[in-house]
């Protein structure tokens, strides 16, 4: 039996978070949802994810994927939003239904860089 997908969403708002988790569909199990980029390294160092998906809403949020990959380097990343700096697995330009879609690519995409 597979497991689901463990998925951190890192977004500036809760409310923006909550977009993301219902758009990542019903295979994403969200193990959380930090609105800054301190609170999701910090997060990662004590709860695991597959991937993270990263809203470029967020402040500083093209920093905050080379912090990411170094305190989670197995995690794939998902950019939402344009210009997906080097470093993410997948991107997609809004949140959308293609966030299910995305995250299988990042996982393959991550998976193939091993």
């Known amino acids: 039996m597979c497991r689901a997908v463990w998925v951190m969403i890192v977004a500036p708002t809760a409310d923006a978070a909550k977009a993301l ?5 019903p295979e994403a199990q969200v193990v959380a949802m930090p609105i800054s980029s301190d609170e999701a390294v910090e997060t990662l160092g004590s ?21 990411i990959r170094d305190a989670a380097p197995q995690a794939a990343l998902v950019w939402v939003g344009p210009a997906a700096p080097d470093g993410a697995h997948a991107s997609i330009d809004e949140a959308s239904d293609a966030l299910e879609g995305a995250i299988t690519r990042a996982l393959l995409a991550a998976r193939a860089a091993k």
């Open 47 to 67: 709860s695991r994810a597959d991937v993270v998906v990263i809203s470029s809403d967020l402040p500083e949020a093209s920093a905050v994927v080379s912090r």
């Open 21 to 25: 988790r219902r758009a990542a569909g």
